[in-house]
């Protein structure tokens, strides 16, 4: 009678969709939080396996050769494609940074002369003097910019460590992944096969099928939208003649991927640029072309994602948010990643 009332008991616990999605969530947290950096490898060879498997299938008809050579082959000309991505943002990054100090000079310089002129204007007008603004102002500044070529460039400069530290994790990560998606690729098919027909991992199944969608999914949207912006921006910045205007607009393609960034954080500070150099023309643009891929995006993600990830956009605000101060900067990916497994878990 004990087990009887044990058993229901439980049953009940585990229909209960509250009780339910608490230990799901709990669950996922501690999977991402301490298990996911340890196999994160694994989990990108097996969903770069799922992308390219059915492509490497198609070829395999046409060149009669091994899957895992064609895996290999095809992973490594992504990877060299990437890195060559890197390389070239990584070379152009390296060049501007290696002009920051005379930019910030020029830049202070510029808005010193912003400032006389603003000040002037303002003289006399509402009782203020625009001699005493300007000496208040140019004081605080002052200040800012010693602060900046005191403390923040030598630190900027002296993360060379850091940045070769995590130039060779990521290379090793790479190195990981590429091994893991060839040797993967040999028992994928059957890996899937005992997934789908077995009674107890089904629900594992439908789980991963639904994050897989979503990832393609997200994947494929986000590519498009970033090459569509990245080569709007850099052509229109490039024919407004603005310095470096395609390496500029690649970043900001590349930045309007991550939330919270977008392309204003290199269009703003480039209009305020132009707007101390007296270029308001060139201002304009950056504020037009800001504007532009913001709606860019607006207008593509329904059209390219819509409904059919079966999530409110609020939620994966949310999950963006929650997972930048659970896990930090790579909470951007953890946050959406967790939210989907735990809605597909609660499905399945």
Same mark, same amino acid.
């Given at each position: 009678m004990e087990d009887k009332e044990r058993v229901i008991k439980f049953t009940v616990l585990k229909e209960n969709k509250l009780i339910k999605c608490g230990v799901i969530t709990l669950l996922v947290y501690l999977f991402f939080r301490f298990l996911f950096p340890l196999v994160a490898p694994f989990c990108v060879a097996f969903l770069l396996i799922t992308l390219f498997y059915p492509m490497l299938s198609r070829i395999q008809k046409k060149i009669p050769m091994k899957k895992k050579f064609l895996a290999a082959g095809v992973l490594l000309l992504c990877l060299i494609f990437l890195a060559l991505i890197l390389w070239i943002l990584g070379y152009s990054s390296s060049m501007q940074m290696e002009k920051i100090s005379a930019f910030l000079e020029m830049a202070y310089r510029r808005l010193q002369i912003f400032l006389h002129e603003c000040c002037y204007s303002l003289d006399g007008r509402f009782g203020w003097k625009g001699y005493e603004i300007e000496n208040f102002v140019v004081e605080k500044m002052?200040?800012?910019?010693?602060?900046?070529?005191?403390?923040?460039?030598?630190?900027?400069?002296?993360?060379?460590?850091?940045?070769?530290?995590?130039?060779l994790e990521a290379?090793?990560?790479?190195?990981?992944?590429?091994?893991?998606?060839?040797?993967?690729?040999?028992?994928?098919?059957?890996?899937?096969? !005992?997934?789908?027909?077995?009674?107890?991992?089904?629900?594992?199944?439908?789980?991963?099928?639904?994050?897989?969608? %979503?990832?393609?999914?997200?994947?494929?949207?986000?590519?498009?939208?970033?090459?569509?912006?990245?080569?709007?921006?850099?052509?229109?910045?490039?024919?407004?003649?603005?310095?470096?205007?395609?390496? !500029?607009?690649?970043?900001?393609?590349?930045?309007?991927?991550?939330?919270?960034?977008?392309?204003?954080?290199?269009?703003?500070?480039?209009?305020?640029?132009?707007?101390?150099?007296?270029?308001?023309?060139?201002?304009?643009?950056?504020?037009?072309? %800001?504007?532009?891929?913001?709606v860019i995006r607006?207008?593509?993600?329904?059209?390219?994602?819509?409904?059919?990830?079966?999530?409110?956009?609020?939620?994966?605000?949310?999950?963006?948010?929650?997972?930048?101060?659970?896990?930090?900067?790579?909470?951007?990916i953890e946050g959406p990643l967790a939210l989907i497994v735990i809605y597909e878990l609660n499905k399945a």
């Open positions: 002052t200040v800012i910019m010693e602060n900046v070529q005191v403390q923040v460039i030598p630190r900027m400069l002296s993360s060379s460590y850091t940045c070769v530290k995590g130039i290379v090793a990560f790479l190195f990981v992944t590429l091994v893991a998606a060839i040797l993967l690729e040999k028992d994928y098919a059957l890996f899937l096969q !005992w997934l789908k027909t077995s009674e107890d991992m089904s629900f594992v199944w439908k789980a991963l099928e639904g994050v897989l969608h %979503y990832i393609i999914t997200f994947l494929k949207a986000q590519g498009i939208i970033l090459l569509i912006i990245a080569v709007f921006g850099s052509a229109v910045l490039w024919a407004t003649g603005i310095y470096g205007g395609v390496f !500029w607009g690649i970043l900001a393609g590349c930045l309007d991927v991550l939330p919270f960034i977008g392309t204003g954080v290199v269009l703003v500070p480039m209009a305020v640029w132009q707007l101390l150099n007296g270029h308001y023309l060139r201002m304009t643009v950056c504020i037009l072309l %800001y504007i532009a891929c913001i607006e207008f593509l993600e329904p059209k390219l994602i819509g409904n059919r990830l079966g999530i409110a956009p609020v939620l994966m605000l949310l999950a963006i948010y929650a997972g930048i101060r659970l896990f930090g900067v790579a909470g951007i």
